[in-house]
């Protein structure tokens, strides 16, 4: 077993990018770390084989505590992705046995993750049935929408993870039951708040201080879905492939560990950051989580935000489409009618402090200040490093 914690960057930085991924709590990887050399086959009825099941149920056990459900109906995946991407393609009729699509639509929010979306319209274009994109206010919410005969599936997200945003899932729950529907929900950002009811309720390991690599799909008592591998019985034949023993491990330790509440630094920022010229906070009327706060700055490009907050020493994400990696800007923001090339999200998690808070308060005043200065000039690579 390592005697020695995982590396670090250094010099320190301050981390507000938990949204993305947050770094692993200690006990969990502790947990991990003693399966890493272990070579067990939880199929298997020797020794090995036996303690590795019981590994990973009592993994299962933990995960189904966390979303509220029974381990039983918790399957474990390789992310979060994977499971959305399953739920749809199973929907549609694109899984290896499936007889064919559960109805002649699919239902999907427009600020749903891309994990869903582009697995939607591509799966609707293939199975040739209709997708139907629900639009949402400026703030986020998504509108009140009717539910047409035979529907396949309706996707909302618990969290946004552009925004923060929380939808009413519970209340659209309800709402797709009375019309015979299923519910898939993404609560992968549902950290530190109550988890919603949903027919497919899907979360990933390293948005909790989990390891990378593994992620959870529930299914409500009694719902059924396709298996999208086959070659094997894992998973009671949900999951074909050999089971990652030591990220489950990890995952499970995560869900029994309490997780901060962040509400008072994310407060003390959105007080910090509102006294600043052009700073617009996304969805400020409507309920949102803890750890995720959303923003614009007018005039300042929302790559130069980040580059600069960088130079300082600050992990931040940005939905500019340079920022990101896309090609696109994000399409949250659109939805929104927000400026994606000026939006700066923050995101808090277990590590974060109020000298996270007030390094933002420093660096970001005087960047902005800097960047409205360039705005009107070609910014060559030098001018970055000045940033």
Known sequence: MPDTPPPVLSPPRHYLDHASGTPMRPEAYEAMALWFAQAADPGRVHTEGRTALQAIEGARNHVGAYMGTSPRDVVFTGSATEALNWCIFAACGLTPTSRGPWGKRLLVSQVEHTAVLAAARAAAAKAKIELIELPVDKTGIVQDFDIPPDTALVAVQHVNHETGVIQKVTDIHKKCQEHGTLLLTDACQSVGIPMPTADFLVISAHKLGGPPGIGALALRRRVRIDALFLGGEQELGRRAGGENVAGAVGFGHACTLEIPDTTSLRDQLIAGISTLRGVEIFGASVNRAPHILGCSVAECSGEGLLIGMDNAGITLNSGSSCASG????????????????????????????????????????????????????PISSQHWNNI
């Open 326 to 377: 896309h090609l696109e800007p994000s399409h949250v923001h659109y939805a929104i009618g927000a400026n994606a090339d000026t939006s700066l999200r923050f995101s808090f998690g277990w590590t974060s402090t109020k000298a996270d808070v007030d390094a933002v308060l420093v660096a970001l005043p005087p960047l902005a200040e800097r960047l409205r200065r360039l705005r009107t000039t």
